[in-house]
């Protein structure tokens, strides 16, 4: 592989599907959704089906599954579910990929608040509750769990709070081009 695969953590509403199908394109490759891989390979339409179907666990094991496959046949740019890095063996993985240089970790960051005005204006019919709170209320539990997750194994942290689309496209683009 010439160029490492582009993997984007964040939490939901942070913009990892938004800005890596843009950052795909602007690099020429293929964007995969690891959520939306995990819920086709149990069998689901989306992953809030998966999740139903499946249980939160369930998800993880296909989230896990997948990732594995995903990084033995990577894409150009491929972005995690926020839970994708705490499913069983998910950050292992990551960190070996990493280590071997096969892939590069940049965590979209966004503070709670802007997290909760982005899934407050977006449908979240899909998206279930992770905590058993409201989903928009789990948003700051969710943060304060797995901000130092996503911090340990991204090799950049992109804050997205007021940032326009573009602008963190081109961090991206300038960070998956800057040799390691």
């Given at each position: 592989?010439?160029?490492?695969?582009?993997?984007?953590?964040?939490?939901?509403?942070?913009?990892?599907?938004?800005?890596?199908?843009?950052?795909?394109?602007?690099l020429g490759g293929a964007?995969?959704?690891?959520?939306?891989?995990?819920?086709?390979?149990?069998?689901?339409?989306?992953?809030?089906?998966?999740?139903?179907?499946?249980?939160?666990?369930?998800?993880?094991?296909?989230?896990?599954?997948?990732?594995?496959?995903?990084?033995?046949?990577?894409?150009?740019?491929?972005?995690?579910?926020?839970?994708?890095?705490?499913?069983?063996?998910?950050?292992?993985?990551?960190?070996?990929?990493?280590?071997?240089?096969?892939?590069?970790?940049?965590?979209?960051?966004?503070?709670?608040?802007?997290?909760?005005?982005?899934?407050?204006?977006?449908?979240?019919?899909?998206?279930?509750?992770?905590?058993?709170?409201?989903?928009?209320?789990?948003?700051?539990?969710?943060?304060?769990?797995?901000?130092?997750?996503?911090?340990?194994?991204?090799?950049s942290i992109i804050e997205?709070?007021?940032?326009?689309?573009?602008s963190v496209v081109r961090?991206?683009?300038?960070?998956?081009?800057?040799?390691?």
């Open positions: 592989m010439d160029e490492p695969t582009i993997v984007l953590i964040g939490l939901r509403c942070a913009g990892k599907t938004m800005h890596g199908a843009a950052l795909a394109t602007a964007f995969e959704d690891l959520d939306e891989l995990a819920a086709k390979s149990l069998g689901c339409a989306h992953p809030g089906e998966a999740i139903e179907q499946h249980g939160l666990d369930g998800f993880r094991r296909a989230e896990s599954d997948t990732l594995k496959s995903a990084l033995e046949n990577p894409p150009r740019v491929l972005a995690l579910g926020g839970g994708a890095p705490t499913a069983p063996g998910a950050s292992e993985m990551l960190t070996a990929a990493q280590q071997d240089r096969q892939i590069k970790i940049f965590y979209l960051r966004a503070r709670p608040e802007t997290l909760r005005e982005r899934m407050s204006t977006s449908d979240n019919a899909h998206r279930p509750s992770l905590t058993g709170a409201d989903a928009l209320d789990e948003i700051a539990t969710l943060f304060a769990q797995r901000d130092p997750l996503y911090s340990e194994l991204a090799e997205t709070d007021n940032v326009s689309h573009a961090v991206l683009v300038a960070l998956s081009t800057t040799p390691a």
